[in-house]
């Protein structure tokens, strides 16, 4: 993009980041802007990986980006400010708008963790378009863990221990993030939060479980394999003998010795 171009993004970044504390005004003003640059581009269709439908202005991504990064500070320092920003822009339909409310959470979530925590548990739901989900875990939960991750824990047991399995999903997907992270250290407390739902663990959460475990058997084989072990042992669950199953190429050679081992002695008990 030329350097005119990237100048007049700033500014029009500023002049919306400067609006944080007048959210229909931003609203108004941010619309305008989306419609602007959404008639330079290609509408939705010429996307890299298909998506669920949800309408689009199709901007280009450095617009957002330049506003998101313009409100960087001030979000930080005005919490519940840009939180009501954040609802204000929830009210619309289209993509950009929800992105930059996940965005405008995250960012809230470094000052203000407990009232952002409140409202990322409201909007990331079941219903909600799966790219708009997995925009707030990204945008919002991330930050959230960065900010306070006791908070963020306490919400995502929350999404985990949810009687409803779409729910769960959602947890189960948040956790995906933090076990991919390999600066996150405290394994032990991802057990914890899997152990309920590894002991009952059915046909649905087996699929959602999976991707999980691979990745907890390729950073500590033999943490895994402890826990995979109690929660067969405790359950004699079939379904969680054939998931342990689909993990085992993920463990090395030793590990799926011994977990092929429990199985078989409880199924010959049995």
Known sequence: MPAVELIRLKKEADELAARLHQPVEFKRLLLDRLEFYADRVTRPGNMARPAPLIPRYSVPMLFLQAVEQAMQQSASSSPLEALELAKQLWQETHLEPKLIAASLIGMAARTDAHAASELLVQYCVPTENPLVQEALLQRSGSQLRQANIDVWFDLVERWVNSGQLSQQIIGFRALQDVIEDREFENLPV?????????????????????????????????????????????????????????????????????????????ETSG
Request: glycine share 0%; hydrophobic share 40%; net charge positive.
């Open 190 to 266: 991802i057990y914890r939060l899997l152990t309920v739902p590894l002991e009952a663990v059915d046909r649905t959460t087996m699929h959602e479980l999976e991707p999980l475990l691979i990745t907890l058997a390729r950073r500590s084989a033999v943490e895994t394999l402890f826990l995979l072990r109690q929660c067969y042992n405790r359950t004699h669950n079939p379904i969680l003998a054939r998931l342990i199953r689909k993990c085992l190429p993920s463990f090395p050679s030793e590990s799926q010795a011994a977990l092929r081992k429990v199985i078989q002695e409880q």
